[in-house]
């Protein structure tokens, strides 16, 4: 196995995104999945079908959509730039936010799905045992819906290492700022590297079997419940 | 049927106030409206077939349903009311629901702790030895929800429900998921509870059997409304209720055990001043008990037989009698041993036969009777 520094950078590169955006998620999926398992309005069906979008349209698509927004010209680039920050397109930062839209859907239905499948009965009883709604959310419904976190999490982390239509949209090929493993394979294909490709190609379908192994063994284990939810 | 607009009741400090104007729910033609006082002790059952409302106004009482317009209080202190919505998790309530309704990710024991840490500091209901002794669930409390069966589920969920410390317990057809034998398992536990609960227990059911068995009180609920309301003991004894058309009309007597044979295995208990045998049980003399006397199981001569197997026979007079609606072949005799009513169910035919009266004086076999606590 031929690995060039190069390679190890795209690597470190594409765990450092992957973490970052997993982590992220979590946090941003918890209130949108906790309101669609349990809302009543007539926006859930609208809300749900643009968190699950990224599921159908091409990468390009949303990555061409997010240059427009984004870039110096879009309405949120300029707003960056009259705040002073660094222009999104092309930069690290960039990176996770589109990482963040395109893995969206990932995170948000398995924790969605483990909300849903608990019904009101628990924190119900929660709420006649002096559970406030804060104390019952963490502490019955989160514990309850720790499978879907699981899938959540390896699904979004999963995902994220997958992706290459939205960085080189988004991204482009810039060395450890953008360079993901994917576009590295890429590279290296260009440039007739096929043994250096071979290896970078390897470790990502290693990556992926023991990852969905993995997912599949705790759904055996959670029997009732579909830890992939109506994903895989 | 009362109309609360017009009839305005004085709440009482010390009970369980509640009224509820009439509100039609969702879709449905139901509705509920009530204006009633429920005792700040022993147990009152709601009772009424299904759809009559009583888990309905349960979950009012538990705040779980707060659609309603409704007026809630407790000794006073308002629970519900036009401007006031207390949460559930802010009422002093314990709850046991239908389904035990455990937490799965936590044991039995877990799910007791989470009561405790929860549990009013300041209100000592019950301590926790009592609860797991009371409900013998020292050797469940490692297990997994998933683990155990039906009735040990909701002897964690009523221990659980007992040591959030309640100033009123709310069952609501704790038995009902349950087959037939773990229903006998578990209604000693829930004879105990009510026997030596000192918090007001409010039991939602439609089993006239449980219902007879642990309920001071009762509210009788039908399409939203109540129609009969009082001790259970003298609504039972009446003949213009829907009790004395059910199919195990029965009626509770209540007196001392004046007297115990153990060479034959029974008991006397003293009705006014003639006495019913029983098979014995842990009782001792002195002791105050109820019995159960089913209406089918209670026969009418006109005079003392000789040689029959039966062993009560007392003499009573008759007060009423009504033909069953239902069934005209059948009749309900109400008799008056002395004060106690006992509700005897015969053939019309031999109502007519023995030419039986208002007044008359008669004889009663009571083939069998059942203890209850």
């Known amino acids: 196995m031929q690995l060039s520094p190069e390679d190890i950078d795209a690597i470190w590169l594409t765990l450092k995104l992957a973490s970052l955006v997993t982590l992220l998620l979590l946090f941003v999926s918890t209130p949108i999945a ?87 009965s628990p924190l119900e009883a929660a709420a006649t045992l002096r559970s406030s709604p804060l104390d019952r959310f963490l502490y019955v419904a989160i514990p309850l819906a720790k499978p879907g976190y699981i899938s959540a999490t390896v699904l979004g982390f999963a995902h994220t290492v997958g992706e290459f239509g939205v960085v080189l949209m988004m991204g482009g090929n810039i060395p450890n700022e953008t360079r993901v493993i ?37 759904q055996r284990r959670q029997k009732n419940q579909s830890v992939t939810g109506s994903l895989l | 049927m009362r109309n609360i607009t017009e009839v305005k009741k004085n709440t009482l400090s010390n009970a369980l106030n509640i009224s509820i104007s009439q509100q039609t729910l969702g879709q449905s033609n139901f509705s509920l409206s009530l204006d009633i006082q429920i005792p700040n002790s022993g147990v009152t059952a709601l009772f009424g077939p299904s759809g009559s409302g009583k888990t309905t ?12 317009q409704s007026n809630i209080s407790l000794n006073g202190e308002v629970w519900q009311s036009d401007s006031i919505s207390l949460p559930s998790h802010r009422r002093p309530i314990g709850y046991v629901f239908q389904e035990a309704n455990l937490f799965p990710h936590l044991t039995a024991g877990e799910n007791l702790d989470f009561a405790i840490k929860r549990a009013d500091k300041t209100q000592a209901v ?79 059911s439609h089993s006239l059997d449980e219902v007879i068995r642990l309920a001071d009180h009762m509210i009788v609920l039908d399409k939203g409304s109540v129609i009969e309301e009082g001790e259970t003991q003298a609504l039972l004894g ?25 060479e034959w295995g029974l008991s006397w208990l003293e009705i006014g001043n003639q006495t019913i045998g029983f098979k014995q049980g842990k009782e001792t003399l002195g002791d ?38 239902k069934d005209p072949g059948m009749m309900m005799v109400r008799l008056l041993a002395d004060k106690t009513p006992i509700l005897a169910k015969i053939t019309t035919l031999s109502a007519h036969k023995l030419k039986l009266s208002k007044g008359q004086k008669v004889i009663a076999q009571i083939k069998s009777v059942a203890l209850l606590r």
């Not at chain 1, 009543?40 to 749900?48: A, D, E, F, T």
């Not at chain 1, 309405?75 to 395109?102: C, T």
């Not at chain 2, 009309?249 to 153990?262: C, L, P």
């Not at chain 2, 105050?288 to 007392?314: A, H």
């Open chain 1, 182 to 218: 994917s576009v590295q394979i890429y590279d290296h294909v260009e440039a007739l590297e096929y043994d250096q490709a071979h290896s970078l190609s390897l470790l990502m379908v290693a990556f992926a079997f023991i990852v969905l192994a993995f997912l599949y063994s705790v």
């Open chain 2, 238 to 262: 009446k003949l213009s209720t829907s009790f004395a058309r059910h199919q195990d009309a029965s009626v509770v007597v209540s007196g001392i055990v004046v007297k115990q044979e153990n």
């Open chain 2, 57 to 68: 106004l349960l979950r009012c009482i538990a705040g779980l349903d707060k659609h309603l």
């Open chain 2, 126 to 204: 019950i301590s926790y030895s009592d609860v797991v002794s009371l409900m013998e669930i020292e050797p469940l409390l490692s297990q997994y929800p998933t683990q155990l069966s039906g009735g040990e589920r909701q002897r964690i969920a009523i221990a659980r429900a007992l040591l959030i410390q309640p100033k009123l317990l709310l069952m609501d057809e704790p038995l009902a998921a349950l087959d037939e034998t773990l229903k006998q398992e578990i209604l000693p536990y829930l004879e105990q509870l009510c026997h030596s609960a000192n918090i007001p227990i409010i039991y939602v």
């Open chain 1, 34 to 120: 906790w309101w669609l398992a349990r809302t009543q309005s007539w926006l859930k069906g609208p809300i749900n079908a643009i968190v699950a979008m990224p599921l159908v349209l091409p990468p390009t698509v949303l990555g061409f959509y997010l240059l427009i927004f984004l870039g110096p010209q879009g309405p949120i680039g300029k707003l960056f730039d009259e705040l002073g920050f660094s222009p999104l397109p092309f930069s690290f930062s960039g990176l996770v936010v589109a990482s963040m839209l395109y893995s969206l859907p990932f995170v948000v239905q398995p924790i969605q799905n483990a909300f849903s499948a608990m019904g009101n």
């Open chain 2, 288 to 325: 105050t008990l109820r019995l159960r006397i089913q209406s089918k199981d209670v026969s009418l001569s006109l005079s003392e037989q000789e040689g029959s197997s039966i062993l009560n026979r007392l003499q009573v007079i008759i007060d009423d009698m009504e033909q069953d609606p």
